[in-house]
């Protein structure tokens, strides 16, 4: 306890150091965790280029590693939020003036409703999505990136301006045991779009925050998977990935990768619907990654980078904008992964990445050379092969999937990494 007290005195100093030579001129943090009364208050309509293109990408892969996990699920949520169920890629066109429409006074989305022992489906999550798309049509646009292979649509939430030069990606629970991870982007999502208007570092706001850069947010891009780790494989709707489920439980049987019950493993799962871990299919070491040499709960690479509709749409996100860092969340362990075996002046850039991340979050930074990850995921292919900084956030700690208790404290560590990479990044044009 007292350990931990110091800890956060010395985050907190750290920040304060760290927001200064950002240039912030201001000092004071005023991110308060916890959700706080939101407030109807929420500021009037401003209206930002809200409408951004369309899209079409699909598909990618990406990176890291992780550890331990935990059996979770139980209940189910329920409540309901206005508007209906998840709209998609489009958006609303240029010169309409964006209005936010009248809100409650006690706008509360399902996010709010989760306890421990709850499971926040992706339904959930889509209904959560477009009920903030309605009321905050100036501050977020949602879009459709791409389609699972059991028909899912995986959502983007963009913020900020999209006109902007600087682009950053924000991928969550690519790796269908850590949807915990989901839970943290739309707590972010949800304060960024109550307290728009309200100091968040120092006395700058999220609305003067995001006036140079665009963040693409993807909150859920394994939804395949989450739903197999929560329901088990009966969830997946078309008959032949249900199949070909069962002889992936098969084969991994056979070679010793079910540890538990069946129950665990399925709780357990990490890959996609088709059995490709999504962070071993991108095009960096690809090649020469081993890993399981068939569709597998985890670690197995697929049949060619890019071959995963998860993987594309990353990859295709990339090919649309200018993107200056790229954030993928993981769980668990409480690092940051950074490095990837990069050098020279990507590899500056990865280190200040990693600095401004774990001084934030209080987390520990791990070479991913040093700890020897396994090769060809989303960071390495974005830090090696692109050229652009990119690190894996590991939250949490324990065994996946982590309780939805946890989340508090997945927010509290986490508060200000939105805001201050939007300074960080946005401020540099
Ligand atoms: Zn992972």
């Not at 947010?217 to 969830?235: C, F, H, L, R, Y």
């Not at 075996?341 to 050379?369: C, F, P, R, W």
């Not at 989340?407 to 939007?422: F, G, H, K, R």
Request: charged fraction near 25%; charge should be negative.
């Amino acid at each position: 306890m007292r350990h931990a007290n110091s800890i956060k005195v010395l985050v907190t100093a750290a920040l304060v150091l760290l927001i200064a030579a950002l240039g912030l001129g201001i000092a004071v943090l005023v991110k308060r965790p916890g959700k706080e009364e939101q407030a109807g208050s929420a500021a009037e309509s401003v209206s930002l280029p809200a409408s951004s293109g369309e899209t079409a990408p699909e598909e990618g892969a990406e990176s890291t590693a992780e550890t331990g996990e935990e059996p979770e699920n139980s209940g189910e949520t329920a409540p309901e939020s206005a508007s209906s169920g998840a709209e998609e890629a489009s958006e609303s066109t240029a010169a309409e003036e964006t209005e936010n429409p009248e809100r409650p006074e006690d706008l509360t989305f399902l996010i709010d409703e989760v306890s421990d022992g709850d499971l926040y489906s992706y339904d959930d999550m889509m209904e959560d999505l477009a009920s903030m798309a309605y009321y905050f049509p100036d501050r977020m646009t949602l879009r459709t990136l791409g389609e699972t292979a059991d028909g899912r649509e995986i959502p983007e939430a963009v913020l900020g301006d999209p006109e902007s030069e600087t682009h950053l990606i924000f991928q969550y629970t690519m790796h269908a045991r850590e949807y915990i991870n989901s839970l943290l982007a739309m707590r972010q999502l949800e304060d960024y779009l109550l307290h728009y208007d309200e100091p968040v570092i120092g006395e700058t706001t999220y609305r003067e925050l995001f006036e140079k850069v665009c963040f693409h947010v993807i909150p859920m891009d394994n939804p395949d998977g989450v739903m197999i780790s929560q329901e088990g494989p009966e969830a997946i709707r078309d008959e032949e990935l249900r199949d070909g489920l069962e002889a992936i439980f098969e084969y991994d049987d056979d070679h010793g990768y079910v540890k538990g019950s069946r129950e665990q493993y399925w709780r357990r799962w990490k890959a996609n619907a088709r059995g490709v871990d999504v962070n071993r299919n991108f095009d960096s070491g690809w090649d020469s990654y081993s890993g399981h040499g068939a569709p597998s709960t985890e670690r197995y690479k697929g049949e060619a980078p890019g071959s995963e509709a998860e993987s594309r749409i990353i990859l295709a996100l990339e090919k649309e904008y200018p993107v200056a860092a790229c954030i993928s969340y993981h769980s668990a362990g409480g690092t940051v992964y950074w490095d990837y075996g990069s050098s020279g002046d990507i590899y500056e850039k990865d280190k200040e990445l990693v600095n401004i991340v774990t001084m934030l979050t209080g987390y520990s930074a791990s070479s991913s050379v040093v700890t020897s990850q396994d090769a060809a995921g989303c960071s390495d292919y974005f830090v090696l092969e692109l050229e652009i900084p990119a690190v894996t956030i590991e939250t949490g700690s324990g065994s996946c999937p982590l309780p939805a208790g946890d989340l508090e404290e997945l927010w509290e560590e986490n508060c200000l990494v939105w805001p201050s990479l939007a300074n960080r990044y946005g401020r540099e044009n």
